[in-house]
């Protein structure tokens, strides 16, 4: 199994944990869940990563065709997931702007900015490289997906 299906599980796993230890003080409002969801979906699609380095470095012929099949199942959705999470993510920061204010001393708050950045810019330069693919695009949309990755990190253990 390749590293990125581990830290993947412990994303999932920390922000399950986040709202599970919420839920005991108050009932989880409904922009909570959106973040959830809009997690939910990133995950779906930077899973792609694992899958594709899984391929790159499997020594066996049978893993490879597996995880390809694995892969074109998976391509067609790609596009609505990736656009559905920024939409949810979208709203789950207006919803709590407009609650809290827009507050960049709040480590939460800022690190939770800079991620909504980094996912438009991740959903812009995938409709590109649709359209307009070049490696230039395809180099952004990969490691911004990285960061993507460890920005959501960082904003659900703060
Ligand atoms: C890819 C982007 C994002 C994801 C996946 C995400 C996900 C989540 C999740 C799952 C939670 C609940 C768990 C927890 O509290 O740790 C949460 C809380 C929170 N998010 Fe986000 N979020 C994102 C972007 C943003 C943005 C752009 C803002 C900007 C306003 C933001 C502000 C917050 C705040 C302030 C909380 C805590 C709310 C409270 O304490 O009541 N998030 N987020
Ligand atoms: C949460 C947002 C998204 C994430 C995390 C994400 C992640 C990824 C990853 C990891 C790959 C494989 C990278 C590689 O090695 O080339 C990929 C490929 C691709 N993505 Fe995205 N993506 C997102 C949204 C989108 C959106 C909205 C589109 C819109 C069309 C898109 C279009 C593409 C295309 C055309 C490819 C290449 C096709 C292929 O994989 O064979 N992505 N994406």
Redesign the pocket.
């Known amino acids: 199994m390749n590293k990125w299906f581990y830290l993947n599980l412990a994303l999932l796993i920390?922000?399950i944990w986040?709202?599970v230890k919420?839920s005991y003080f108050h009932s989880?409002?409904l922009?909570?869940w959106?973040?959830?969801i809009?997690?939910l979906l990133?995950l779906f699609n930077w899973t792609r990563h694992a899958v594709f380095s899984t391929i790159r470095n499997a020594p066996r012929r049978k893993t490879k065709i597996k995880f390809a099949n694995i892969s074109k199942k998976a391509l067609p959705y790609h596009k609505w997931s990736g656009t559905a999470?920024?939409l949810l993510?979208?709203c789950?920061?207006?919803w709590?702007?407009n609650?809290?204010g827009?507050?960049l001393d709040?480590p939460?708050?800022f690190?939770?900015?800079?991620?909504?950045?980094?996912?438009i810019i991740q959903v812009s330069t995938g409709w590109l490289r649709q359209y307009w693919p070049s490696g230039l695009k395809r180099k952004v949309h990969l490691y911004g997906g990285m960061l993507?990755f460890f920005?959501?990190f960082v904003?659900?253990?703060?």
């Open positions: 920390t922000a986040q709202l919420r989880i409002s922009f909570l959106l973040g959830f809009g997690l990133f999470a920024l993510i979208l789950h920061a207006i709590i702007m609650k809290y827009i507050l709040y939460k708050m690190i939770g900015i800079l991620a909504g950045l980094t996912l993507l920005l959501i904003h659900i253990i703060l």
